[in-house]
């Protein structure tokens, strides 16, 4: 069992809060931080049917990715709303609620990333980069004896990942000085000297949202009093963001592309905007709602966009551009996020020792959703 504000901060180490864009309305829902979760159902809407599920299941908590119906501005507490009516049953029925929108749609293995290594594409950066985060590179002065304790434990709070590698550092061995005051407590030399002692300079990437984690990771583990480090702001592209944007394998047929992805997201209303027997390569991806990124993706190169919904004009801006579209509907496109909010809990949750019991929404053909 844990209380819901450490499955809350669990969520953030899957979908990182802090890529949440203005108008996300994610969050904590219904319910309370100090109620106490063991059994959680996961879902890609919020509705009657999801909260009755999710009571008849006998859980504490509910994990979705569309909040909309909850949202502040739909008057929840007036039981008359549907909003309000939700709520009601889900607060009667001890029932928490917590939304993982836009945060899941930026975040690393989120829905772009699902469907991107679904069809084996080389992604190349998020069709509209995630605001104000960026990548960090924290800079720190240690002992030989405590690099690898430090540097662990960096890690472990989210620094020095690349790509598919992890742990990634550089170091370089030197010379620190220093004279400690009287009141100092020097974990090497000498009070009123002039000291001179081997050290090495740690330098890791953190991802900007990570930073405050990792730097109390690091002064935690460092044995000196006081910690010498820098961190700088780097201008490396972000893998953050909605969408992605990439290459596939090899090229492919319009209409295989639009067959595998019917059968991937057990979609009945795929609609294919281009001569089926094309093939392409350079692709966007926009689970979900894309009509605003339709300017991004043709901008980028992409010969096809692949959505859940984008709107008419949008659809017409594709096809007077040249780019080939297709869409698999909004909650078709985003059907795989159930199992990986799934897998990613009961990941935490052993790492944590919660003992969190996690289940995802079926609809009544066995469809996750």
Known sequence: ????????????????????????????????????????????????????????AGCDLLVVHHPHLLRSEMSPWNSDDPAGALAGRATVGGLNVVGCHTSADAAAGGVGDLMAEHLGVDILGPVE??????????????????????????????????????????????????????????????????NVEDEVR??????????????????????????????????????WGIGRLGNLPEARKLCEIMEDLVDWC?????????????????VALVPGYAGTRVGRARASGAELLVAGEVGWHSAVEAGESGMDLLTVGHLESERPLVPRMVEGLLEVSRRGGFGLEVQGYRDNEGRWG
């Not at 720190?140 to 742990?167: K, L, Q, R």
């Not at 057990?266 to 350079?282: C, I, W, Y």
């Open 129 to 194: 980069p995630a605001a104000g985060v960026y990548i960090a590179k924290v800079v720190v002065f240690i002992p030989p004896e405590a690099v690898e304790s430090v540097s662990d434990a960096m890690a472990g709070a989210g620094a020095g990942v690349i790509g598919d590698y992890t742990h990634c550092s550089f170091r370089v061995q030197g010379s620190g000085t220093f004279i400690p005051g009287a009141t100092a407590r020097p974990y090497t030399g000498n009070p009123g000297m002039l």
């Open 266 to 282: 057990a979609s009945d209303r795929a609609v294919l905007t281009g001569e089926p027997e094309r093939s392409v390569t350079k």
């Open 202 to 239: 740690l330098e890791m990437v953190v991802p900007s949202f990570r930073v405050p984690a990792v730097v109390d990771a690091m002064l935690d583990k460092h044995p000196y009093d006081e910690v010498a480090y820098d961190i700088y702001r780097t201008e490396n592209l972000i893998p």
């Open 1 to 56: 069992m844990a209380l819901l504000a450490e499955v809350m901060d669990a969520l953030g180490e899957l979908f990182p809060w802090e890529l949440a864009t203005d108008h996300d309305g994610g969050g904590l829902l219904v319910g309370s931080l100090d109620a106490d979760v063991r059994r959680v159902m996961c879902s890609i809407e919020v509705a009657g049917d999801r909260v009755q599920a999710a009571l008849d």
